[in-house]
């Protein structure tokens, strides 16, 4: 949803670093930061083979909230193009998919193969902001518990996005990394 104020609704979130109205006292992943929320709990999803932290998730209840940062084009609106890979590689799968007006713009809404005959209904959205973009996909009870799609688009909507100088090649993953004494447990 790009507008004047370089891709960020007026005192609305997700925000860039610069902003001068961004929340503070965060927790630092690196390029994602956000408000600590005692009730949502949070997890680093982290790539198999390099170890990597390439994700974060929010839980809360029965739903999960999992966003990722890329980097982007200055005055681009990357969501625009991604929106439309996504529903084109989810439907030539036989995914069923669906485009929707969400509160960011244009969202997905699918319903995916778990395996087991069990099908997860997952809702995708992304925010543009000056070269990066922000995509959160959320699954569970949110989908259609309102209390629940509250409290996890609260947490998106407190998630600031520190870019960094670094060149990136757009739609690549800005780094995240864990912070300063949290705990890790490898799966065994």
Do not use: C
């Not at 060149?167 to 800005?174: A, H, N, S």
């Amino acid at each position: 949803m790009m507008n004047a104020n370089g891709g960020r609704q007026l005192n609305r979130g997700p925000w860039d670093s610069s902003d001068l109205n961004a929340p503070t006292d965060l927790v630092d992943f690196g390029s994602i930061l956000f408000v600590p929320n005692p009730g949502v709990g949070v997890r680093a999803d982290i790539e198999e083979g390099t170890q990597r932290v390439v994700a974060i998730s929010f839980d809360y209840r029965e739903s999960v909230l999992q966003v990722q940062a890329f980097a982007s084009s200055k005055g681009a609106s990357l969501w625009d193009e991604v929106v439309d890979d996504i529903y084109t590689s989810l439907t030539s799968q036989n995914v069923t998919a669906e485009k929707v007006t969400g509160p960011y713009g244009v969202e997905i809404h699918a319903d995916i193969a778990l395996g087991d005959a069990k099908n997860q209904k997952v809702r995708m959205f992304g925010f543009s902001g000056d070269r990066w973009l922000l995509r959160g996909t959320i699954s569970g009870a949110a989908i259609s518990d309102i209390e629940q799609k509250s409290e996890l688009e609260d947490v998106f909507r407190g998630i600031v996005v520190k870019r960094g100088e670094t060149p990136l090649p757009p739609r690549e993953v800005l780094p995240l990394e864990l912070p300063l004494g949290s705990i890790v447990t490898r799966a065994k």
